[in-house]
Nanobody, 118 residues
Framework: QVQLVESGGGLVQAGGSLRLSCVAS????????MGWYRQAPGRQRELVAQ???????NYADSVKGRFIISRDNVKNTVYLQMNSLKPEDSAVYFCTLRYAWSEKPNYWGQGTQVTVSS
């Protein structure tokens, strides 16, 4: 069973920054695509960013130019650097892992809360 452990959430003022981290207990981490989703109260879960095994990335339009996803295959870790945070970025953020053969994430982390005050 793969475990994903997130950290780095918290409370920050609008305009501030946070960096989320997610460590995966998977020996073949470098072969998996990693992603970050978020879910705010009363809203559907949405994809924020993802990074493929080869390093290509894509982002939700709402975070382009502000968030950066990256990975360290030596540390089995994926990061989400969040800059210029807005109150509407407040949500629980989930780390995901997807195998190459799967269309949807195969594993989810427990989530970490991000709250942006105005």
């Amino acid at each position: 069973q793969v475990q994903l452990v997130e950290s780095g959430g918290g409370l920050v003022q609008a305009g501030g920054s946070l960096r989320l981290s997610c460590v995966a207990s998977l020996s073949s981490f470098s072969l998996a695509s990693m992603g970050w989703y978020r879910q705010a109260p009363g809203r559907q879960r949405e994809l924020v960013a993802q990074i493929a095994s080869g390093g290509s990335t894509n982002y939700a339009d709402s975070v382009k130019g502000r968030f950066i996803i990256s990975r360290d295959n030596v540390k089995n870790t994926v990061y989400l650097q969040m800059n210029s945070l807005k109150p509407e970025d407040s949500a629980v953020y989930f780390c995901t892992l997807r195998y190459a053969w799967s269309e949807k994430p195969n594993y989810w982390g427990q989530g970490t809360q991000v709250t942006v005050s105005s």
